[in-house]
């Protein structure tokens, strides 16, 4: 895959920091159609230029967020679930309107 696609409402609702959107925009940039992929920790690490602990924190939060799902296969290696957030989309716009960040014009949004 020659693109990554991220849900604007993780971005303008604030939802992810910048550190938690850099792990969960590498994820996403793995995961197959079916929102999966099969990265160590230590792999991620090198990967992003972070330390082990920094990449099992981030990692836990996305999962404290639920934007991400862990299923340990062994010691070191978890497979990785990209829940759909796409679906989130309409609701989040609406919600983002309402509490007013950005200005957002209704005429401005494309589906």
Not at 19 to 26: A, D, H, M, R, S
Not at 78 to 86: A, L, P, T
């Amino acid at each position: 895959m020659w693109f990554t696609q991220i849900p604007n409402s993780l971005i303008k609702l604030g939802l992810l920091d910048y550190k938690e959107l850099g792990l969960y925009t590498y994820y996403k940039s793995f995961a197959g159609e079916d929102g999966y992929c099969n990265k160590t920790v230590a792999n991620t690490a090198k990967d992003l230029h972070m330390d082990k602990d920094t990449v099992k924190s981030l990692r836990d939060r996305l999962v404290g967020k639920g934007v991400i799902t862990l299923e340990k296969i062994n010691k070191r290696l978890y497979r990785i679930h990209i829940v759909e957030w796409w679906k989130n989309n309409e609701l989040s716009r609406k919600a983002y309107q309402v509490i007013g960040k950005g200005g957002i014009e209704e005429d401005s949004i494309k589906n």
